[in-house]
């Protein structure tokens, strides 16, 4: 066997995988924590109208990453990892080198253009032009980053991509909350421009001397993969941020600010997750025997994960809100409530789609993306004006389960099963401990011993009733347990699991 093939069998070994899952668990976690004290003091630094504003800037550099990434950070991750596996890392090597030039050619004409509408984009959007041109600079490095991320994937230098993600979300959230107190959002976005451009450089340094020099011919097959894909990031984006916008515009940015927050909050979930569809990805495409099977196994591993924790945090979504950022926020209980629950099938809809990317199936990603939009944006200018955030909730609601539900069809059709009888042990599960939480919340305590009490409450029902219940199978839980690599842990998973 050769060193390259031996290089492509080990970064994509079981135990790389399982790794690769620890590493990016604790990058989110690592992101998790300063993304809740960044929102922390940012919510009590920052008036409601000037939160509203930072969700603006933060859809500008959504806005451009999106536009301009044309999803090669996705086609980096399938085609190097499918040439890595085989060992033939001079065609990863020339795919590489190929989408950085189209991205580098697209990312300056597209900045210089922004740059130029900078003064029109700040007058629409009530941010001043400083603020803009530093967001756009932002996103135009992170598109570079994210290319540079996508190699490493490709490559299962997971370790490394954890250190890209820590150390932008760490540069970039400290130094706004130390800029923003002189000179407000606009030292957020200088933080965000920092974190970006110190990040870029360890990305390129990671890469460096891990491809071969460039041969053969750029592959066009990768844009038969990404369009639909780019399509696809196109609709998310339009999903992400029309109904933050269309409220600002409806009810001002204090209603939007406070939706935002609830949304941000909501979203910290999906680190129960994205580190588990980040890895399966390359792993899958690595290989494309039994997809579908490990498919069916990440969905049971995945519910017993995510659904307990979704339906706990949504029933106590009011201490969740004034602890991270005061009791000023906590009307947006409900809101956060609503996204908790329906998180659960955001879960189910990436790891659908990493299954049918690995399987080279990028239309169905788009056409269920297609599909919820539209239900999204014809509802969205009904509901919202006659209920407020209310209304746009129930519209990204609706937009979620659309998805899902598309998504679910063309699943069932490659013959991923899903196990009910596994589903619903875990939803028992869920609905007790929820339930009991949800008598706790409405107790009047002062936050922090409520909360602690809830967080208690949780962890001592959850591994009760895991012991009982025994929700997983053997197998599922043998890869949990090698997933924790921690001896200890995965002692303690067979121990309650088995």
């Known amino acids: 066997m050769s060193t390259a093939e031996n290089l492509g069998r080990t970064a994509f070994s079981a135990e790389n995988v399982a790794s690769g899952t620890v590493w990016l668990t604790g990058m989110q976690a690592s992101n998790y924590v300063i993304g809740l004290l960044f929102y922390f003091f940012i919510a009590r630094l920052l008036s409601k109208e000037e939160v509203g504003l930072l969700s603006i800037l933060m859809a500008i550099i959504s806005i451009y990453n999106i536009t301009t990434m044309l999803a090669l950070n996705n086609a980096a991750i399938k085609f190097i990892s499918e040439f890595a596996g085989k060992g033939d890392l001079e065609k990863a090597s020339s795919i590489s080198a190929g989408i950085l030039r189209i991205l580098l050619l697209v990312n300056t004409a597209s900045l210089s253009a922004s740059i130029a509408f900078s003064g029109y984009i700040a007058s629409i959007t009530h ?23 996508g190699v490493m994937f490709g490559l299962g230098m997971f370790k490394h991509v954890s250190a890209q993600n820590i150390i932008f979300y760490w540069v970039s959230r400290l130094s706004s909350i130390l800029l923003c107190l002189p000179i407000r959002v ?70 939007a600010g406070q939706y935002y927050l609830a949304l941000i909050g909501s979203s910290a979930l999906s ?14 495409s690595s290989s494309s025997e039994a997809v579908e099977r490990k498919a069916s196994l990440s969905i049971g591993i995945m519910t017993f994960i ?68 539209a239900s999204y944006a014809i509802l969205l200018p009904l509901l919202t004006p006659a209920f407020g955030p209310i209304g746009a909730a129930l519209c990204r609601v609706i937009l979620i389960t659309v998805n899902f539900l598309v998504l679910q069809l063309f699943i069932l059709r490659i013959n991923v099963k899903v196990r009910t009888a596994q589903l619903l042990k875990i939803l028992l599960i869920s609905l007790l401990i929820s339930s009991f939480l949800f008598l706790i919340e409405n107790l009047s305590f002062p936050m922090i011993i409520k909360g602690t009490a809830e967080l208690l409450s949780f ?17 599922e839980t043998e890869l949990l347990a090698r997933a924790a690599k921690k001896p200890i842990i995965s002692k303690l998973i067979r121990k309650f699991l088995s």
């Not at 941010?127 to 490095?141: K, N, R, Y």
């Not at 680190?271 to 899958?284: G, N, R, V």
């Not at 962890?459 to 199978?473: A, E, G, Q, W």
């Open 186 to 255: 606009q030292g957020i976005a200088a933080g965000f421009l920092l974190g970006a451009f110190i990040c870029l450089l360890f990305s390129i340094f990671s890469v460096r001397g891990r491809l071969p020099r460039a041969r053969g011919n750029f592959t066009w097959e990768i844009f038969e993969f990404s369009f639909p894909l780019y399509l696809n990031n196109m609709i998310s984006l339009v999903q992400g941020w029309l109904d933050v916008l269309f409220l600002s515009a409806m009810a001002g940015s204090a209603q």
């Open 271 to 284: 680190i129960l997750w994205s580190p588990l569809c980040s890895a399966l990805f390359p792993a899958f």
């Open 306 to 373: 995510v659904l307990p924790v979704c339906l706990s945090a949504a029933a106590v979504s009011g201490t969740l809100l004034s602890i991270a950022y005061g009791e000023a926020y906590n009307r947006a209980s409900s809101l956060l409530s609503l996204f908790c629950i329906f998180s659960v099938l955001s879960a189910y809809s990436s790891l659908y789609s990493v299954v049918l990317q690995a399987l080279k199936e990028t239309k169905p990603i788009f056409s269920a993306g297609a599909a919820s939009t």
């Open 127 to 149: 941010l001043d032009v400083q603020s803009v041109i530093m967001a756009l600079l932002t996103a135009f490095l992170l598109d570079l980053t994210s290319y540079y991320g």
């Open 459 to 475: 962890l001592v029902l959850f591994l009760i009733m895991t012991r009982i219940v025994k929700p997983l199978s053997k197998e």
